[in-house]
């Protein structure tokens, strides 16, 4: 199965990135981002895109087979643009496309909920509103921590407050892949253990 994600240069969808590669479900990954990735990989393709907030229907009508997008561009003050134009905009211009289609399972949307959590509302109200075509999971992590040294932390905060990046990159491509089951929006308790739960199996 084919799997877009946008925000793979960043901290968190560079382990999104990894993990939807690793996963044997996922076929083909599009990572949608403004400058080129370092990476290569037979699974992966790299398409850049100049402006966010616009997607023109050719771009979105090639992917229009794709299982899902799992969305990881975000800020840590409260962008307007990356954290709700941006999404919002890729929301509306792809439920257009798919909406035109006949799919065999509704468009699954992870979307990395951000600083002030102001688009989760919107992609939770177009899972609603489009419900045949559009399924929306909601991630909110804690803190997320990407070095070994961090650990220790991790640890001590608890599954409630702080989740290792890599479990989180490996929920969300287990979520994009069968999340059906899953709440619509899902906390760091659940992401870490459901994360590392699915590592050990690997
Ligand atoms: N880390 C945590 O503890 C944590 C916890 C909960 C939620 N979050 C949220 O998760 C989100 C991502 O976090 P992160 O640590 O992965 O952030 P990050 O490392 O700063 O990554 C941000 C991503 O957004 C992209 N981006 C930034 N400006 C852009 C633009 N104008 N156009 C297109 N893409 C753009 C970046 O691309 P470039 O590489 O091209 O700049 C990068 O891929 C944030 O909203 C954050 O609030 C983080």
Redesign the pocket.
Known sequence: MKVLI????????SQALRQSLAHPHITKVVAL???NLSLEHPKLENIL?KD?GKWPDHVLNQHADAAGMIW?????SGDE???FE?PVAFMEAMVKVLDAKNRDAPFRYVH????FGKSDTAALAMAEKHADVWHTCVV?????AHHPWQDLGVWLMGDNWAVRGQELGTFMAYLVVDGQRESSIILNDRIAQKGRALLREA
């Open positions: 946008a925000g793979a240069t960043g901290g968190i969808g981002t403004r400058r895109i966010f990881c561009i975000g800020s840590y643009k990356l954290d941006y990395l909920s951000g600083k909110k992590p804690g803190g997320v």
